[in-house]
């Protein structure tokens, strides 16, 4: 899975979606307080039905791959139908391509003759267990107000997937109400798990790159969680936090950017770039600090926690747990660096851009990994291997280079930090990407993304984003 952003938009704390093909709607939300493996973490986007029905009304696409590695390689095709100025429907209907080969390659071994043999192709078009319809009705009901419901049915006897989504704009705010049967959820190891209901609030301030913002979270979860069909992975524990209960989460940030330099050389004149967010070569800086706040009410609030004092470790954790609710408070800390070289207008070459991240995701780990190692040195002892773990980042690094023209390929890998290991340095999750920026829309792109990890691949189209 697959985060392809430039700029941080504080990783897991934001509970943002990810993208990911093993859904007809092609999202899956994260564990709450769980951080996301990389992965395409978005905000408001498009949704899936809209941008394939962009590819094919804009760029001559017929059908839109993707492929997963629990279904194969899938076509799909969305049918739009406008019922109103402020009220319209798509249908997304999709096949599975390899079980369709499949099932014809089991017959052609069977030595039928032709008559039988375009028999047996027109049973196969007209099975059901190689397709899958989606339902997508959007509603307006004001200008600020906007209703979407939507029905995922598999042909395979999966079971149907149901969502209604209200988003409300508040002066300087997002709102959006999401309630769905089964809940597609995602933890940091990057596996799915089902919820049978799941119920999620999410209130955002808007703010400009810099300054102050905070975000509200809530989420209620009823049923046993399991884990999601066609995942053949070990039996796993359900994520604690996917638990029966309610969980509330509130996260207030100060978000500082610094110009490190910035290029004032003229760009080629009448020549618009291909895209208008990529023009400027820079170096840049930003650092993010945060608090924040968490309760947890339920079978949720019985969590796994990685104590400290566990690893000879003081803890300073603020935490508090009575029976079956659990409240925390702790802090976290992001800081990055990207660089760009380039205006991305002329055919070759004009564009490399680097982008580096650090993430401390939780204050007290770190406290307790800074007096652990400071004791140490003060006693003329060796610091312990498991303090220094606790003060190493969670890195990331993001590589872009133009091609030729539109397209640049784009590369995004954690790097993992292990002190226990011979080598302490470790490319993790790699995702590799083509993108194709359609220059006639200012900043828009078509983004193919390929994750060894999770053998996914997906067609994405996206809108203003660095």
């Known amino acids: 899975m697959k985060k392809l952003r430039w700029a941080m938009d504080s990783g897991g704390f934001w509970e943002l979606d990810l993208s990911t093909p093993i859904t007809l709607n092609g999202q899956a939300r994260p564990v709450p307080g769980d951080p996301l493996p990389l992965g395409l973490s978005r905000g408001s986007r498009l949704s899936r039905f809209q941008q394939i029905d962009f590819f094919q009304r ?5 059908f839109v791959p993707s492929f997963a590695a629990n279904r194969g390689l899938l076509l799909q095709r969305v049918l739009s139908l406008p019922i109103a100025e402020n009220w319209s429907a798509m249908l997304l209907g999709q096949l599975n391509v390899q079980r369709f080969v499949s099932s014809l390659r089991k017959n052609k071994t069977k030595h039928l003759p032709d008559s039988s043999w ?3 192709i027109r049973r196969n078009f007209i099975q059901k267990s190689f397709y899958a319809l989606g339902f997508c009705s959007e509603l307006f009901l004001t200008p600020d107000d906007t209703l979407i419901i939507s029905l995922d049915a598999y042909g395979d006897e999966k079971v149907p997937q149901k969502r209604a989504v209200l988003h409300h704009k508040f002066p ?20 799915y798990w089902d919820v049978p209901f799941s119920l999620t609030l999410d209130l955002a301030s808007t703010t400009l790159d810099s300054g102050a913002s905070y975000h509200l979270f809530f989420n209620n979860c009823a049923g046993s969680p399991k884990q999601y069909e066609g995942q053949h992975s070990d039996e796993l524990p359900p994520p604690a936090a996917l638990l029966p209960g309610f969980t509330a989460k509130g996260v207030v940030s100060l978000k500082k950017n610094i ?24 170096i840049s800086a930003s650092w993010i600090l945060g ?34 609710c659990a409240v925390s408070v702790d802090s976290f800390a992001t800081a990055s660096l990207t660089a760009q070289h380039g205006n991305f207008q002329r055919l070759l070459l004009d564009l490399t851009r680097v982008h580096t991240n650090f993430d401390f995701p939780s204050g007290s780990k770190l406290l307790s990994g800074i007096t652990s190692v400071a004791c140490s040195l003060y006693n003329s002892q060796v610091p312990n291997v498991e303090a220094l773990q606790a003060i190493c980042p969670r890195a990331s690094l993001s590589f872009q280079q133009q091609i030729i023209g539109p397209f640049s390929f784009r590369v995004d890998s954690e790097i993992a930090i292990d002190l226990k290991k011979d080598w302490y340095l470790s490319v993790k999750n790699p995702v590799f990407a083509i993108e194709h920026a359609l220059q006639v829309l200012w900043s828009a792109k078509a983004v193919a993304w390929y994750s060894p990890m999770q053998r996914e691949f997906m ?7 660095t």
Not at 179 to 187: K, N
């Open 58 to 62: 804009f760029m001559a696409m017929p």
């Open 118 to 120: 375009l028999q047996s």
């Open 259 to 282: 110009d490190l330099w910035r290029s004032e050389a003229s760009m080629l004149k009448m020549v618009q770039p291909y895209d208008i967010f990529l023009s400027n070569p820079h």
């Open 459 to 465: 067609v994405e189209l996206r809108f203003f984003e």
């Open 291 to 324: 608090a924040v706040f968490s309760a947890n009410l339920g079978e949720n609030s019985m969590k796994r926690q990685q104590s400290c004092s566990l690893r000879g470790l003081k803890d300073f954790d603020l935490r508090a747990q009575v029976a079956n």
């Open 172 to 191: 300087h705010h997002n709102l959006t109400m999401e309630a769905a049967w089964p809940g597609l959820f995602v933890d940091g190891n990057g596996s």
